[in-house]
């Protein structure tokens, strides 16, 4: 039988719990009050059509467009090597006396990342030879992505909704 030090059966059992991580399920509060929905006291489509406009004249490009159901994107190049796209996704539904509009916004990152191209030569009884041949390959590699839950981010998009269907008066 082999006995291990203390330190090692600790830092075994530390990585064993760190690599599983906790259930992200757990967190999930599905509580009646929520930063992505707004109840609106227009129809569906109409609530789904403000939407709409409110994403283009930000510049999002819509991908999807129902009347109930539409989906846009925006990218963002916070430097050099590293892309963000944020997809933000709506559904209308009509609930007496108006309707509501939920609305979830996705983010995803990708980063630049190079490889270098090697090339390969062959010689019979030789055998083969890979040398680097000067070129380097990029491509733009998800990192990540996560649904935004930012409360303002939210409210901003549904102020800018309720003034697209209700524009605010403008002082004489």
Not at 94 to 113: C, H, M, R
Request: hydrophobic share 35%.
């Amino acid at each position: 039988m082999r006995k291990y030090s203390a330190a090692a059966i600790i830092a075994t059992l530390t990585l064993a719990t760190g690599c599983g991580g906790s259930a992200v399920y757990k967190g999930e509060a599905f509580k009646e009050e929520s930063p992505y929905r707004r109840n609106l006291n227009v129809s569906a489509q109409k609530a789904c059509e403000a939407a709409q406009l409110a994403m283009l004249s930000q510049a999002y490009r819509i991908s999807h467009n129902e009347a109930t159901d539409i989906r846009g994107q925006k990218d963002f190049q916070p430097d050099d090597e590293v892309n963000v796209t944020i997809e933000l996704n709506v559904i209308c539904k009509d609930v007496p006396p108006g309707s509501i509009i939920f609305a979830n916004a996705v983010q995803t990152k990708y980063e630049l990342k190079k490889s270098a191209k090697t090339t390969s030569v062959g010689i019979p009884s030789v055998g083969s030879i890979s040398m680097p041949w000067g070129k380097t390959a990029e491509s733009l590699v998800k990192v990540g992505g996560e649904t935004i839950s930012d409360e303002d981010y939210y409210a901003r998009f549904f102020t800018l909704v309720k003034n697209i269907l209700e524009p605010p008066q403008k002082k004489k």
